[in-house]
T-cell receptor, first 116, second 111 residues
């Protein structure tokens, strides 16, 4: 089944404790992206990747890191989480970048992160 | 930056009625997409309309696009309780490698 898989689904951690949220897609998509969703603010893009070893900042990259060493995986790393990073996070992928081809995004089921 | 803006923000209708949502945007686009989100789950793609298209249908969904007014509408006909969700529009612009999402439109269909 074609899908984007994120783990974990729920995560509670403390300020400053490094964490990684994994994301994997099995559709051979070139483009992958991370979003965070907060009430009243909609979805905001954190980072995106056009292909292997090509990543770029989105709208709210501060406090996050990503890597794209393989096509299928795009982990989100919080080196020193803070309470303002408490949010619902989504990973998404598409065949090509949104403006290069009319291909829609496929979303994971989300990771609800709480930082205390 | 976010550029899709949906209107109205929340809509409550009876089952069987039609639901209409509007989305406005600010810059030239390549395509506009609508997504549905059920209660904190991942977004699901509903329909994509290209900038050179004016109307598109998919089942009970009808999307229109007016590039002169920089606006789009999503119509759900004969709504069902299962249509209760948040609906987001998102735009893709030439030379911008990302989708810009609006803040979402909550629709509640009362059985």
């Amino acid at each position: 089944e074609a899908q984007v898989t994120q783990n974990p689904r729920y995560l509670i951690t403390v300020t400053g404790k490094k964490l990684t949220v994994t994301c994997s897609q099995n559709m051979n998509h070139e483009y992958m992206s991370w979003y965070r969703q907060d009430p009243g603010l909609g979805l905001r893009q954190i980072y995106y990747s056009m292909n292997v070893e090509v990543t770029d900042k989105g709208d709210v990259p501060e406090g996050y890191k990503v890597s794209r060493k393989e096509k299928r995986n795009f982990p989100l790393i919080l080196e020193s989480p803070s309470p303002n990073q408490t949010s619902l996070y989504f990973c998404a992928s598409s065949r090509k970048a949104p403006d290069r081809e009319n291909s829609p995004l496929h979303f994971g089921n989300g990771t609800r992160l709480t930082v205390t | 930056s976010q550029q899709g803006e949906e209107d109205p923000q929340a809509l409550s209708i009876q089952e069987g009625e039609n639901a209409t949502m509007n989305c406005s945007y600010k810059t030239s686009i390549n395509n506009l997409q609508w997504y549905r989100q059920n209660s904190g789950r991942g977004l699901v793609h509903l329909i994509l309309i290209r900038s050179n298209e004016r109307e598109k249908h998919s089942g009970r969904l009808r999307v229109t696009l007016d590039t002169s007014k920089k606006s789009s509408s999503l119509l759900i006909t004969a709504s069902r309780a299962a249509d209760t969700a948040s609906y987001f529009c998102a735009t893709a612009s030439y030379g911008n490698n990302r989708l810009a999402f609006g803040k979402g439109n909550q629709v509640v269909v009362i059985p």
